[in-house]
């Protein structure tokens, strides 16, 4: 089975190609900066890597070349040729707890989830409805990030407001990454030779965007992100958890209207906000106070979420690092490790310099992974379990 994973985002679309079941990726396609003067396309496949510049301005456009690429580098002769267009989609909210297969319906309600990720869910939508044109008869399928987290229990979704604002308006925590923790999970419950369902992680995407999910015999039972990403971690350009009556000063006192409250809080906050730099790997190679306060407030916020889940999961058999910051900084995973010896952490220092796969000491009741997160493959998993 064939299967083409779309990752749509507001100026990039990313596909990837498998044969399931074995998990071979056939090819890895990524168009970015569409609708800029000059694009960047890349392509890999196996041993094989190319990159080249032209323009392409639209969503269409974009998915039109990757098809045209799949053909040109003997992939498959075209999307209509699949065995199936498996989908990224943002926000599920309670309506979709798994994968689903797309129908009229499945479209109308992905639309009417946009108000609660406006930058995700229109343009994943806009995906869908450009290869349903392009493969009518292919079966296409809808994963979303927000499904792993379904299984959390009430008192750990709802916020203690009106209980009619979650009635009435679904206001409760959503979370997100699900894939991402999925992904994760499967891979460290491998490297243990056991079941997911027999063990409980702490499992930290740690990027520009991060979250940290509890889970307990290989379900979610807590996440950081809420309503909406914003919720959480100190993230590039976001500002994670605050006191919500920062904002109401913000339009009070200051003046601000909602979008420019809702503007600092997303895109001006967080480690930006703090001194100057978003990208943590530009920030360490800096030596002044803002930035060494940005990377301690960082990492101390970590550290809060992974002592609230140990005390929340009672029992932990494994914390597994994940995405840019999580995989390639071995620095701040030492300090996000640092003195938790005494909950039956002891990091092996040797094999986190060198972002080994198991980062633990053999004397550590706990073990500590670092896994390559690679959410395009679950979606294609998850698809491909759906069709069987």
């Given amino acids: 089975m064939k299967i083409a994973v779309i990752n749509s985002g507001s100026s990039s679309i990313k596909c990837k190609v498998f ?76 309506h979709f707890k798994k994968a689903v297969v797309i129908n009229d319906a499945v479209l109308q309600m992905i ?42 229990p009430k008192e750990a979704y709802l916020y203690a407001l009106p209980y009619e604002l979650y009635e009435g308006h679904k206001i409760r925590k959503y979370g997100f990454h699900g894939t991402s923790h999925a992904f994760v999970m499967r891979e460290a419950a491998k490297a243990m030779q056991k079941d997911a369902k027999e063990l409980n992680m702490i499992t930290l995407h740690l990027g520009n965007g991060s979250s940290i999910c509890a889970i307990e015999n290989g379900k979610s039972i807590d996440t950081s992100m809420g309503f909406t ?49 978003k990208d943590v790997r530009e ?58 010896e005494l909950f039956g952490i002891v990091l092996d220092t040797k094999a986190n310099l060198q972002n080994a796969t198991l980062i633990s000491s053999a004397s550590s009741r706990i073990k500590v992974f670092v896994i390559k997160t690679d959410e395009e493959l679950e979606i294609a998993r998850e698809c491909a379990e759906l069709l069987r």
């Avoid at 074995?22 to 990524?30: D, G, K, N, T």
């Avoid at 909602?258 to 503007?263: I, N, T």
């Fill in 19 to 94: 044969l399931m079941p074995s998990e071979e990726m056939l090819a890895h396609i990524v168009v970015e900066k569409i609708g800029e003067e000059s694009s960047l396309i890349t392509f890999v496949q196996k041993e094989k890597t190319f990159t080249q510049k032209e323009v392409i301005a639209t969503h269409h456009e974009a998915l039109k070349k990757i098809n045209n690429m799949l053909n040109e580098q003997d992939i498959v002769a075209n999307f209509a040729s699949l065995d199936a267009m498996a989908h990224r989609v943002v926000h599920g909210a309670e």
């Fill in 111 to 152: 639309e009417e989830l946009i108000p609660l990720a406006p930058l995700h869910n229109e343009v994943n939508l806009e995906g869908i409805r450009i290869s349903q044109k392009k493969a009518p008869n292919v079966a296409q399928v809808a994963v979303f990030d927000t499904a792993f987290h379904e299984t959390m």
């Fill in 229 to 277: 990403p914003l919720e959480g971690l100190i993230m590039g350009s976001r500002c994670g958890d605050i006191d919500p009556a920062v904002v109401l000063y913000l339009q009070r006192e200051i003046g601000l209207s909602v979008d420019e409250a809702d503007d600092i809080l997303n895109k001006y906050s967080g480690l930006l906000g703090i001194c100057g730099q």
């Fill in 283 to 340: 920030i360490q190679k800096r030596d002044d106070e803002l930035s060494r306060l940005a990377l301690s407030m960082l990492t101390r916020r970590i550290k809060k979420y992974i002592g609230s889940y140990m005390a929340l999961l009672g029992r932990v058999d494994a914390l597994v690092f994940t995405a840019g910051i999580g995989e390639h900084s071995s620095s701040l995973r030492a300090e996000i490790l640092q003195n938790l």
